[in-house]
């Protein structure tokens, strides 16, 4: 057999996969064997005659699973950045086989007997020792016999129905495209948007991951909004079965380790720890945004001259944007070339804030001809990392934007970051790529979880850069958006493509000032979303529901959110965060708005603190960035603020006071 490009590590600067010798048939036989491999190593620390020692075995566990590690990183790397069939049967295959891998690890009792009798006195080893402890028993480590059996019953057919709920999506998003015979129906969208979309004299407009669809705030006709809004909230209506199972599971499987239901289950490891805590927070923001969403909803109305529905909103959004703004968010949108915002902006303000450098490395490739791979310096010339970028929307690839790492930092393994952003912005057919405000934004998101994974200074793997709780994960990356709209940052990159004009002043300023129209909606349709989530993953185990669509509608009442015309930014049937396998964002979608409460109160210290400054961009990087998961999450908040997180930037920020 051929050696394959798994079996040993990269030899590519920094490990960056080596993706032109990665192919699909390499996959399978690499999980296989890596599997195998860890199971043997597993055995190994097991049968060590000498006494449970860190190095003997909590190390060695690190150091586990090697190839199984380079395998899966770069297979779901590409599961989900390009799909192809052949790689969607693999993911059938080995999603149930890895989770029963896991469990073999987590609950097999001779290694959890072994880890208990672990003692350290390095507090770095002290707080992965517990991590380790935590994972086996989360897993099951304490279930007899009979329990575990039925946990990994329940493990195995919750991988399996996770990824049908996502490869149907996939497969629904693409199907339930808007197709239309004449450009007429399609009015509104600017020339280049219908030529990007034109295929054998139709149009064909593809669905965004998410229920309000950007085209709605500008297609003039509104038979056409009614039909896309219709397919876009009615895809993969198969997944409301396969939701309803999962969540049922998912009850049981709490109750078997000890919960009421499975968003106790998932919070208790969280920063928010209860899920009191979590409801807490959100009663403080429902009513408010509620009512803030009415008003819209009563100017919208008001300016269409009738009654609006929810297709409607973003169309008369823009038109109120516009009347009482004078902004029309199209204009901008010359002004903000992707390279421009890519180098002139999101790489410009990590060099002002940090001192990076980045350098593009036409040599490394990744595994589509859009990937593009940057060497990051850090500010006194060191290598800090890779950058690899994939902005282009695909119909392998699945919806919205995320970051993920290649290689993950590590001193045990003397390893730099190899970090990854994925943008979904459409290809434009010819001429540059000219972004929305929005997707500005999000490069800016994206890049902020680049930096918590470049900047990670780390002993072990199992901590290294964005391995926090995933209600802090998003912390870092929201705080990074407050440089897209910081003066000397937008002058740098928002420049007319053809031009090189600096965006009007007056331009930006209106931009500014209509950000904050609009926010109830905002507010509402992520609440929503957030609470319709909660309502899922908290049913006891043995609740049943016969029908989704009215468990949905019952539990956004029960929650105050229902509002006819603002319906949640996902809906059960493409809540991909929470019942797809990928993702993992189950009872977590709250982590959003939990994470945006510590960005608000960062930016105001930023603010207070004379802004974009190198030793603003330090303190944030020492204290809180670069430790990674390899301390208590809000201990490195307090090292980094100086307190606890208050509430109130956040309920400024949204208009909820
Ligand atoms: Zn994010």
């Known amino acids: 057999m051929a050696e394959s490009p798994f079996f040993a590590p990269s030899t ?39 006494p449970p020692t860190f190095a003997n075995t909590v190390e060695a566990l690190e150091r586990s699973g090697q190839i199984l590690e380079r395998t899966a990183i770069v297979f779901f790397s590409v599961a989900a950045s390009h799909a192809t069939d052949a790689i969607r049967e693999i993911e059938k295959e080995v999603a149930p086989r890895l989770t029963k891998h896991g469990d073999a690890i987590h609950l097999n009792r001779a290694l959890y007997a072994r880890l208990k009798q672990v003692t350290t006195d390095d507090p770095e080893e002290a707080w992965l020792l517990e991590k380790y402890r935590v994972d086996f028993v989360r897993a099951g480590a304490d279930l007899s016999e009979a329990e575990q059996e039925r946990l990994r019953e329940l493990n195995e057919e919750l991988a399996t129905l996770g990824t049908a709920f996502s490869q149907n999506l996939l497969a629904a998003t693409t199907a339930s495209a808007l197709v239309a015979e004449d450009a007429k129906e399609l009015d509104g969208l600017s020339e280049t948007a219908l030529k990007a979309i034109e295929k054998d004299g139709k ?24 039909r896309l809004y219709g397919l876009s909230t009615g895809r993969a209506p198969e997944n409301f079965g396969l939701a309803v199972k999962m969540a049922a599971l998912r009850a049981e499987r709490a109750a078997l380790l000890g919960y009421p239901n499975h968003a106790a289950y998932t919070v208790a490891d969280q920063t928010a720890k209860t899920t009191d805590a979590v409801e807490e927070m959100l009663g403080k923001l429902v009513g408010p945004a509620v009512a803030n969403a009415r008003r819209e909803a009563e100017a919208l109305s008001e ?3 009738f009654p609006i529905e929810p297709w409607d909103w973003s169309f008369y959004a823009e038109k109120v944007r516009k009347a009482r703004y004078d902004f029309d968010s199209s204009e901008l949108r010359p002004y903000f070339e992707l390279d421009r915002v890519l180098r002139d902006g999101v790489f410009h303000a990590a060099g002002e804030l940090y001192g990076l450098r980045f350098a593009e490395r036409d040599d490394l490739r990744g595994y589509h001809p859009d990937v593009r791979v940057f060497e990051v310096s850090d500010a006194d010339g060191s290598e800090l990392g890779l950058f690899v970028f994939d902005p282009y929307a695909r119909p392998t690839k699945r919806g919205g934007a995320w970051m993920n790492n290649l290689v993950d930092q590590s001193h045990l393994f003397g390893r730099l970051p190899v970090v ?10 010819e001429g540059p790529t ?28 199992r901590v290294s850069g964005t391995a926090v ?62 609470l319709l989530d909660w309502a899922w993953h908290k049913l006891a185990p043995g609740e049943t529901v016969e029908d989704a669509e009215a468990f949905e509608a019952a539990a956004l009442e029960r929650a105050g959110i229902a509002f006819e015309l603002v319906r949640p930014r996902y809906r059960t049937n493409y809540f991909a965060h929470v019942f797809s396998s990928s993702v993992g964002y189950s009872a977590g979608y709250y982590s959003y708005i939990w994470s945006e409460v510590l960005d608000a109160d960062s930016v105001e ?22 430790v990674g998961g390899a301390k208590d999450a809000l201990e490195a908040f307090r090292a980094f603020r100086g307190r606890d997180p208050r509430i109130e930037p956040l309920l400024e920020r949204r208009g909820l006071v």
């Not at 999000?442 to 200074?457: Q, R, V, Y």
């Not at 600096?502 to 929503?528: D, H, R």
């Open 605 to 626: 210290w930023f603010k207070e603190n004379g802004g974009l400054v190198r030793a603003n961009g330090d303190h944030f990087r020492s204290t809180l960035l670069s």
């Open 203 to 226: 149009y064909v407009l593809p669905l965004l991951n998410f229920t309000n669809q950007p085209a709605l705030a500008e297609l003039t006709d509104r038979e056409t909004r009614r």
């Open 12 to 50: 590519l600067p920094y490990q960056l996969p080596p993706f032109a010798e990665i192919k699909e048939e390499h996959y399978l036989p690499a999980f296989e064997r890596g599997m195998a491999e860890q199971l043997r190593e597993v055995d190994a620390i097991v049968a060590d005659p000498a």
């Open 303 to 305: 300016q269409a001259g």
């Open 434 to 461: 000219l972004l929305t405000f929005d997707e500005v934004n999000t490069a800016f998101h994206e890049f902020g979880h680049a930096l918590h994974g470049l900047f990670s200074d780390v002993r072990f793997p």
């Open 420 to 429: 990854m952003n994925n943008l979904n912005i459409t290809k434009p057919a």
């Open 469 to 530: 709780p995933r209600d802090f994960v998003e912390y870092p990356s929201q705080v990074n958006e407050m440089w897209a709209t910081w003066p000397s940052i937008l002058a740098n990159f928002a420049r007319h493509h053809e031009t090189g004009e600096p965006a009007p002043a007056e331009l930006v300023e209106k931009m500014q000032a209509a950000e904050k129209f609009n926010q109830g909606f905002a507010t509402v349709e992520y609440l929503a979303a957030t």
